[in-house]
C-alpha cells in the first residue's frame, strides 16, 4: 500500500498541548491521526457530534416557550395521541 504524506499548519501551542494528551495516552500526533482518517473513513462522516451548544436561536427559545406553558397548563407528559385529539377537538 503506497503512503502519502500530509502536512498543515497550527498553532504551536495547540501542538505542543494535543502531544501532551497523546503522551499521556500513549499515542503519538501521527498514530492520531490516522486513527482520526480510519474512523473518518469506517463512519464515513465525522465519528462524533458537530452541533453548536447554542441555546439562544429563536427556535430554541420558541421550544423553550412552549415547554413552560405545557408544565403551567399541566399538560407536558401528554401523549402523541392525546395531543393529535385535542388538535382535531380544536378543528371542530
Known sequence: ???TLIQ???EDTEKIKSIQILD???????????MCMSRLNQEQGIPFSM???NTDTPGIKALDKA???AEEYNISNMSLDE???EISEARK
Open 83 to 85: 395531543i393529535n385529539a
Open 1 to 3: 500500500m503506497a503512503s
Open 67 to 69: 415547554g413552560k406553558i
Open 8 to 10: 498543515f499548519r497550527t
Open 51 to 53: 452541533k453548536l451548544n
Open 24 to 34: 499521556k495516552l500513549g499515542l503519538t500526533l501521527p498514530s492520531y491521526l490516522k
